[in-house]
Structure formats: C-alpha cells, structure tokens
C-alpha cells in the first residue's frame, strides 16, 4: 500500500473511533509501521476526529521524528510493541469508556483481564494484559510493555486505556472494538455469574479460526 493510502486509512479509522464515542476530546493515538521500518502516527493532542494526513508524525525506527508535527507522547508504548512483536503492523490506542472502567476494577487478573465470553472475543483478542499504573508519556509503560515479552497484543493501561497491535491497521481496529464491546458485556454481566465459553469450545475455535496464541488464551483454554 503507497505511504498516502495508509495516511488515509489512518486519518479514516481515527475519525469513525471518534464519531463513535470510542476515544474522546484529543486522546487516543495510532500508528502503522511502513515497509521500511519507519512509523507513521498520530500527533500530540490532536482529536482523531480531525487528523490531517499530511500532518501525520513521520518517525524513523528509532523515534526520531523525520516530518509532520509533533508526534503523540504515547510514541515510547507504540515503540515498545513494535520492538517485542515483530508481525505487528499497526497499534491502536483508545480511552474507550468500558475497557478502561474494567481497568480500575480490583478482581481483574494481570495476565487476563477478561474471561472469554464470545467467540470473537477468542479469536480476534485473545488474552489482555493489565500494566499496572503510570502517567502518560512515562517511559515506564513501554518499559512494563517490553516486560510481557510480546505475548500479548492486547493490553490495558490501568486507569488509562487500552492499546491493542495488529498485522495491519484494520486487524488493531478491529480487535480493539472487539475488546471495548467484551468489557462492555463484562460490565453488564459482573456479578451474575455468566456462562463462559469451555475450554473445549475455545480450543475448539482455535481449531477452526486459528486466532491467538494458546498462551494469549484465557487460563484453562
């Protein structure tokens, strides 16, 4: 894909997130690694409802800043993904409401921080991550970050929000939605003792849909 379409498709991702509630105000970031290693991703305090895509941060491999503005405070987080996954094309950042209420709940386990509850869920998500609390921009997060050794693509910044990787664009975006909507349900079902998917029928997925690593799966899958 020519560096414009992706600008493009960044600069359209951003604003349907925004219209939908699913980042507010100026938070929220994206980038996509290009073929040649450098990184394309949103600026500092802008709404990803109004990205320009000739404004887009511009980065070499190692975070220096090439064109654009200036790039999201979140870079060292996007980096540290980059670095620990390397089929990861795209990593998405999102204050979406549900995921980060989830993130503040005492009971949630650290290496999976939702059970599996749909399908897609399984498949497109796998396992979360909670990294424990930080400012933003602290060089802390990409630090916890690099700790998971890239076993999880998806995780959640305590208080803060979830950050999901993905071979492109289209897969982190859709993998972060489907994480907003299974923290949304979680919400709703707390307390209730929900059914959860049997190991068998996530193993059984797996089988069928590929998806996740078995270690990103939730334990006893």
């Given amino acids: 894909m020519r560096e414009s379409d992706i600008r493009d498709a960044v600069c359209r991702y951003g604003r349907s997130l925004f219209e939908r509630g699913l980042t507010p105000g100026s938070s929220g970031n994206i980038s996509v690694r290009l073929e040649d290693g450098r990184l394309l991703m949103t600026p500092t305090d802008a709404s990803l409802g109004s990205l320009d895509p000739a404004r887009l ?57 939702l059970p ?13 991550a909670l990294v424990p609390y930080h400012r ?14 890239g076993r999880y693509a998806s995780v959640l910044l305590a208080n803060h929000g979830p950050v999901m990787a993905g071979d492109t664009l289209t897969a982190a975006v859709n993998a972060i939605e489907e994480l907003e909507e299974t923290a949304k349900l979680y919400l709703l079902l707390r307390g209730l003792n929900p059914r959860l998917l049997s190991p068998a029928q ?20």
């Fill in 202 to 221: 996530v193993a059984e997925l797996g089988r069928a849909f590929g998806g996740p690593p078995a270690e990103h799966r939730h334990p006893g899958a």
């Fill in 136 to 149: 933003p921009g602290d060089p802390a997060v990409a630090d916890a970050i690099r700790g998971l050794a």
């Fill in 116 to 128: 599996p509850l749909t399908a897609y869920y399984v498949m497109r998500v796998g396992d979360t």
């Fill in 57 to 113: 941060s511009l980065m070499d491999a190692e975070g220096r800043l090439l064109s654009g503005d200036k790039p999201t405070k979140e870079g060292p987080l996007h980096r540290a993904l980059y670095e620990t996954r390397q089929g990861a094309g795209a990593v998405v950042h999102l204050h979406s409401t549900h995921s980060v209420a989830v993130s503040m709940l005492p009971e949630v386990a650290p290496g999976s921080v």
